[in-house]
């Protein structure tokens, strides 16, 4: 079975400063990983993934993530917060099960919150 | 492409009434999946599709009913609401079954059970 963790349902950061949002994983193969954001009233949208090769993977909006293996982290980060960037992110694995559908396992999310 | 979509964006059920919420979505994709999402408990996968007549029970299927009878819609059926039912629910597509896939979600209907 698969697993996510985030640490902190809430982080508060100020604009301009770094952003570092935790997620650690578990998995009995190889990870699929991936970063959705959800903006306040509405759906997911992708921010980035990780399946295989480069462990640094860059997404939209500045948005990057580094898959560390030794420590099955997954954390996501951006150098300069912006206002924008208010919402609440999801850390997920995926798998795929004897259905033939895409399992995917979601994190229970972590609130940023960007202070002017 | 609107993507997926969703109605109604909110309502509020009675105890024991029924409600069917939509989903569509434009993208041709095969596989489809209804998830509930509650504070603090990330998404709960209810129902899955993996295309038009298939369907199968995710992770919390109970109370929930789905049908599938073209690839465009996947409606959501609960019959009986309860209070235990009050959460925001996400219709999702995906082209392939593949790990490495992108779920493209649907802004999300609210309701609430009183």
């Known amino acids: 079975a698969q697993s996510v963790t985030q640490l902190g349902s809430h982080v508060s950061v100020s604009e301009g400063a770094l952003v570092l949002l935790r997620c650690n994983y578990s998995?009995?193969?190889?990870?699929?990983l991936f970063w959705y954001v959800q903006y306040p009233n509405q759906g997911l949208q992708l921010l980035l993934k990780?399946?295989?090769?480069?462990?640094l993977v860059k997404g939209i909006n500045g948005f990057e993530a580094e898959f560390k293996k030794s420590e099955t982290s997954f954390h996501l980060t951006k150098p300069s917060a912006h206002m924008s960037d208010a919402a609440e992110y999801f850390c997920a694995v995926s798998d795929k099960e004897s259905g033939g559908y895409q399992k995917v396992t979601f994190g229970t999310g972590t609130k940023l919150q960007v202070i002017p | 492409n609107a993507g997926v979509t969703q109605t109604p964006k909110f309502r509020i059920l009675k105890i024991g009434q029924s409600m069917t919420l939509q989903c569509a979505q434009d993208?041709?994709?095969?596989?489809m999946y209804w998830y509930r999402q509650d504070p603090g408990m990330g998404l709960k996968l209810i129902y899955y599709s993996v295309g038009a007549g298939i369907t199968d029970k995710g992770e919390v299927p109970n109370g929930y009913n789905v049908s599938r009878s073209t690839t465009e819609d996947f409606p959501l059926r609960l019959e009986l609401a309860a209070p235990s039912q009050t959460s925001v629910y996400f219709c999702?597509?995906?082209?392939?079954?593949?790990?490495?896939?992108?779920?493209?979600f649907g802004p999300g209907t609210r309701l609430t059970v009183l």
């Open positions: 998995s009995s193969v190889p990870p699929y």
């Open positions: 999702a597509s995906s082209l392939t079954s593949g790990r490495a896939n992108e779920q493209f």
């Open positions: 990780y399946t295989t090769g480069a462990t």
């Open positions: 993208m041709n994709h095969n596989y």
